[in-house]
């Protein structure tokens, strides 16, 4: 997954979004303080926002510049935002398969592969006000599977969760690349979560990019030379932030 911001701006309540790098990774992390910027950043590149300026670039499709803007439901991208956003109208079953109804979606994925790996074959009839915390998370993460997205963006996925739930919820989230192979950006105002999940964590403060730093043994794990060394960019980076 390669994510590319060129003097991209969007002013916001208390400051402007102000980012430029051109990063490949399998995964990302997204770290910051509350109100620092990181959930309009996933708004960006999901299309739920528009910049006023700049370039946005997923792999080798732009997704924005000065002359075009792709809608959302044209970018192939699965989006989870922190209130999920699963229909409270419909039940387990329904709502995953609303996933896969995209007419466009490209995926090797099945949809038993996810019932079985999310472990969701017991909830599918259940209605959603009968789920926990995290079986809602698993139903939000299934559907945006399905969806045959080029990566998935996840927003606080573990701010609601016990701690037991969040390490079952961490688990999940590594399974989008150890058993799907899909990319994903996560967001998260607790570093922890990121190092264990994440080849490349990103530091945000005030809507601009304060640091960068590879996660060597993610991606070592990985096993994916590419990932190794990760494309840093040509513009304007601090190259690293230590938060040990």
Same mark, same amino acid.
């Given at each position: 997954? =390669? ?7 969007? $002013?916001?309540?208390?400051? /402007?979004?102000?980012? @430029?790098?051109? #990063? !490949? ?68 079953? =329904? ?7 995209? $007419?466009?979606?490209?995926? /090797?994925?099945?949809? @038993?592969?996810? #019932? !079985? ?128």
């Amino acid at each position: 997954m =390669r994510i590319r911001f060129e003097n991209v701006r969007l $002013p916001l309540a208390h400051f /402007s979004l102000k980012i @430029d790098f051109d #990063i !490949e990774a399998h995964s990302i992390g997204i770290h910051g303080k509350s109100g620092a910027g990181k959930t309009s950043f996933l708004e960006l590149i999901a299309g739920v926002r528009r910049a006023t300026t700049g370039t946005i670039q997923l792999d080798d499709r732009v997704l924005q510049n000065n002359g075009a803007f792709v809608p959302p439901r044209h970018r192939a991208i699965g989006y989870v935002p922190q209130d999920l956003a699963i229909f409270p109208h419909l039940n387990v079953r =329904r709502n995953i398969s609303y996933g896969n109804t995209r $007419p466009d979606k490209k995926s /090797s994925v099945s949809r @038993d592969q996810v #019932i !079985e790996t999310l472990e969701l074959g017991k909830l599918l009839d259940r209605r959603v006000h009968d789920l926990s915390g995290g079986e809602k998370q698993r139903v939000a993460l299934a559907r945006a599977i399905l969806s045959g997205p080029a990566v998935i963006l996840l927003d606080e996925p573990f701010a609601a969760l016990d701690p037991q739930m969040r390490e079952t919820g961490l688990r999940l989230v590594r399974t989008l690349r150890t058993q799907f192979a899909i990319p994903f950006v996560c967001v998260s105002h607790a570093y922890e979560d990121l190092t264990s999940s994440c080849e490349v964590l990103i530091e945000f403060s005030q809507g601009q990019v304060v640091g960068i730093r590879k996660n060597a043994g993610i991606a070592r794990n990985a096993g994916i030379a590419g990932i190794a060394e990760p494309n840093f960019g040509v513009r304007r980076i601090v190259e690293s932030y230590d938060k040990s």
